[in-house]
């Protein structure tokens, strides 16, 4: 199916572990972003990257690690997960005219 | 960098009626993209309605249509015969368009909670 998949959907660690969210686009897009949504905060850029092997940092890049070897997946890796990156991540890729999301993925650090 | 405020954190409308969501943005750029998406509890990002600058008329979709005021950089989203199922968050939100001299941007606002009432 074409789309855009993030997973996990839910996801639960411990501070100071390493975690990768997945995002893979169908579109084969060029542009693709991650972002965080806190309350009050709305969406905030942490990432995005305008090709493969081609990515550059948002506003909230700090903590957080991203690569593109293919265009289709971007992968957003905590380093070292703190309890304040407890948030909403959200992936999106951009069509000609539009933003295309992904599910979103709950994380929850403790 | 292209800023988006949406001044209104919380609106409530009774069921039927209209209600209008602000949203101002700061750019320097011509050619962009304003959009509202809806965001319900379900956390899916859904595409409300887009609107390209270069058009001077405004954008409709059924029940909701936009005041697109590019020289005041203000795009409002109007909604018509609210209904229960329009209860969400509410994003504004920019696009630049690809331009191989300068970056990409894809900007939000903070969002408005839109509550329908019976």
């Known amino acids: 199916d074409a789309g855009i998949t993030q997973s996990p959907r839910y996801k639960i660690t411990e501070t100071g572990r390493q975690v990768t969210l997945m995002c893979h686009q169908t579109w084969s897009h060029s542009y693709m972003f991650w972002y965080r949504q806190d309350l009050g905060h709305g969406l905030r850029l942490i990432y995005y990257?305008?090709?493969?092997?081609?990515?550059d940092k948002g506003e909230v890049p700090d903590g957080y690690v991203v690569s593109r070897s293919k265009t289709e997946n971007f992968p957003l890796t905590l380093e070292s997960a703190t309890r304040s990156q407890t948030s909403v991540y959200f992936c999106a890729s951009v069509g000609v005219t539009e933003a295309f999301f992904g599910q979103g993925t709950r994380l929850t650090v403790v | 960098a292209q800023t988006v405020t949406q001044s209104q954190p919380e609106m409530s409308v009774q069921e039927a009626e209209t209600v209008t969501l602000s949203c101002t943005y700061d750019t320097s750029e011509n050619n962009y993209y304003l959009f509202w998406y809806k965001q319900p509890p379900s956390r899916q990002m859904i595409l409300v309605i887009r609107?390209?600058?270069?058009?001077?008329q405004n954008a409709t979709e059924n029940r909701f249509s936009v005041n697109f005021q590019k020289a005041a950089k203000s795009f409002s989203l109007k909604i018509s015969d609210s209904q229960l199922g329009d209860t969400a968050m509410y994003f504004c939100?920019?696009?630049?368009?690809?331009?191989?001299?300068?970056?990409?941007?894809?900007?939000f606002g903070k969002g408005t909670s839109l509550l329908v009432t019976p």
């Open positions: 939100a920019f696009m630049k368009l690809t331009d191989s001299n300068s970056g990409y941007a894809l900007n």
């Open positions: 609107q390209e600058a270069y058009k001077q």
């Open positions: 990257s305008a090709a493969a092997d081609i990515t």
